[in-house]
């Protein structure tokens, strides 16, 4: 490969998925480094004045400052938009960074959200919390009854918040019907696509205006660092979303951004082992617990929405044991492999309760209202083993009494 061959839509084009993971975006200096190079620089310097003028009013292309572009952060967000199908992507210092700025980008006093219930607790607390401060009014819905978007309209809503699979209740969304119901009334349609990763579903494939990530999950997959991006048109990019961070500086780091360049070479062999894993141990559990929410197994609601729109179900499931909390923290600390963590998309088994972590700032009333319960707990299969995963639950299980 040539130095610049990565960064060259003409030869891109023609690479398949695989290859655009491995060497998309890549730009080599003239050492000819084969690994991404890592520019550990806050500035950049010009040969005169004039160049410095010409790169901050946009007349010569360059580096100016790590808060507006890095290089090493440039090749990861060309790689992510051609593994997305996206014009463009922006990266930040962490998956909340990314669905903030995603939202207040474009927002405004006055304006109007429709969201779906089921996010994840942060994102609650934007539209919940945040966005009212500023004079922007949220309407939470079942972002799986369709006829819910299409209500809750009104003539200053401007964008459709959702996310699918939803954190950690497994909710599906219809993508293509979502985006089109916005597209018809011109919303922007804003879809938290981290569970699924673009290895197993590609929202803009099905209408969405843009994508956003935390990148800290399956991208980096192994535990490593904090990243965000979103994705979306050029237009949207440059014109809408780069002057608030410009100005803001949710700005990710070139050492995280080198670190998900490495995460993304190995995400699709991951992705898939890991549902494949996520799959026998759903099995497994189906037959132990209440109830297993997977989108891979025949017995969820929304099986064939889910499989029509995804590659495969992903690596992470919700579970109800029965007896409440103290059953549920019961199994959790009966655990010896499968660890007690909040995060998720590790290349490690993890396992965490819901509702005092992760979504405990939500308030019982709105866990209820989607479905996390005392009794649920989330559970991301790693890489290891799959038997020794099952042997693991199977004994903390009994432990628990199930």
Known sequence: MKRRSGQDPAITSRWRPATRAIRGGTARSEFGETSEALFLSSGFAYDCAEDAAARFNGKQDGMTYSRLQNPTVEMLEKRISLMEGAEATRCMASGMAAMTAALLCQLKMGDHVVASRALFG????????????????????????????????????????????????????????????????????????????????????????VVAYSATKMMDGQGRVLAGAVCGTEDFITNTLLPFTRNTGPTLSAFNAWVVLKGLETLDLRIRRQSDNALKVARFLEGRVERVNYPGLASHPQHNLAMSQMEAAGPIFSLYVGGGRARAHALLNALELVDISNNIGDSRSLMTHPSSTTHHGLGEEARLAVGITEDMLRLNVGLEDVDDVIEDLDRALGKAGL
């Open 122 to 209: 942060s994102c609650r607390w934007l539209t919940d919390t945040l966005l009212p401060r500023f004079g922007i009014e949220t309407t939470i819905i079942d972002g799986r009854e369709l006829d819910q978007w299409e209500a809750a309209i009104r003539p200053n809503t401007k964008v459709f918040f959702f996310e699918t699979p939803a954190n950690p209740t497994m909710d599906i969304i219809d993508l293509k019907a979502v985006c089109d119901i916005a597209r018809a009334h011109g919303i922007v349609s804003v879809v938290d696509n981290a569970f699924a990763t673009n290895v197993l579903q590609r929202p803009m494939e099905y209408g969405a205006d």
